[in-house]
C-alpha cells in the first residue's frame, strides 16, 4: 500500500518530533505519532531548498545504523510507507535502500528487503543504477557483500571492486569482445577495492593501468595509494603506472 504524498517543511514542530523519534529508533514515540495521525507514514519531509526525504529515507540518512532498526521499518511499512519511493527533487533518485548502502548499514539493508524493498531499484548517485552502486562505489564492503547475498545482481565494474575473479572470468570468457579499454575502469575498480588478482586479471586482458576516472582524475595508482592498498601500490608501479595527480 502506498499512501498519498503528504508535504511537512523540516522546521515544523511536527518534522522535528519526527526526525527525533526516528534518528532514536523510538518505537513508542513513532507509535503515538502515527497513531495520531496516520497520514504522516507517507510524508515528505522538505527543506529549505525543495528537496524531500521520506521518513524512511530519514531513518536511512547518514550516518545510518540507527536503533531498532527492523522494528521502525515494520511500523512505517505497515502504516503505508512506500519502501521505494525516490528523494524527491534531488539531483539522484535513491530511495532508502540506496541510502542504506551509502552507510554499509547491513541490518537497515536486511530490515528494508525483509520488508519488500526492490534490490534492484535505479536511482543510485554513482550511476544511477541499484543499491549495489552506491555501495560499492562509496566503499562500503560490507553493505555490497550483505545485497549479493540477498540476490543483488552484479555488474563487471561491481565483480573486480569486490574482488569476484570467478564471475570477471566467466564474463571474459563468455565476450571475446571484453578486452582492452572495456576493462580499465573495472581496473580502476579492482584498486578502488585492493583486489589484486582482479586486477591482474583484468591488466592481463588489455585494460589500462594509467586509465584516469572522470569523476575524479584518479589513476589506479592514485586510488590504490589513497586507499592505503600497498600491495596493489608495489604492483601497479611494477606495470608502469602511473599517477594523475597534478605535481605542485
Not at 25 to 43: F, Q, Y
Not at 81 to 97: G, Q, R
Not at 226 to 234: M, P, Q
Amino acid at each position: 500500500m502506498t499512501m498519498n504524498l503528504r508535504k511537512l517543511q523540516s522546521d515544523e514542530p511536527s518534522a522535528a518530533t519526527l526526525t527525533a523519534a526516528l534518528q532514536q529508533g523510538d518505537i513508542a514515540a513513532l507509535d503515538r505519532l502515527l497513531g495520531g495521525d496516520p497520514t504522516l507514514a507517507g510524508a515528505v519531509v522538505e527543506d529549505a531548498k525543495g528537496g524531500g526525504r521520506t521518513l524512511l529515507h530519514l531513518f536511512a540518512d547518514s550516518p545510518g545504523h540507527r536503533p531498532n532498526a527492523a522494528a521502525v521499518v515494520a511500523r512505517l511499512a505497515t502504516a503505508g510507507a512506500d519502501l521505494n519511493a525516490p528523494a524527491v527533487k534531488m539531483w539522484h533518485t535513491e530511495t532508502p535502500l540506496h541510502w542504506a548502502a551509502s552507510n554499509d548499514d547491513v541490518t537497515l539493508i536486511d530490515a528494508l528487503l525483509d520488508a519488500g524493498a526492490d534490490i534492484e531499484r535505479a536511482g543510485s548517485s554513482i550511476d544511477r543504477g541499484p543499491p549495489l552502486s552506491s555501495a560499492v562505489g562509496y566503499g562500503q564492503w560490507a553493505a555490497a557483500r550483505r545485497l549479493i547475498a540477498r540476490g543483488a545482481k552484479t555488474q563487471l565494474w561491481h565483480e573486480a571492486a569486490l574482488g569476484l575473479v570467478d564471475a570477471i572470468g566467466k564474463r571474459l570468457e563468455a565476450d571475446p569482445a571484453l578486452r582492452g579499454d572495456a576493462l580499465s575502469g573495472p581496473l580502476w575498480n579492482a584498486c578502488h577495492g585492493g583486489q589484486l588478482a582482479a586486477a591482474q586479471l583484468l591488466l592481463k586482458h588489455g585494460a589500462d593501468p594509467n586509465w584516469s576516472a572522470p569523476w575524479s582524475g584518479q589513476t589506479p595508482l592514485d586510488v590504490a595509494e589513497a586507499k592505503g592498498h600497498a600491495e596493489l601500490v608495489v604492483w601497479l608501479r611494477k606495470q608502469g603506472a602511473t599517477s594523475g595527480k597534478l605535481e605542485d
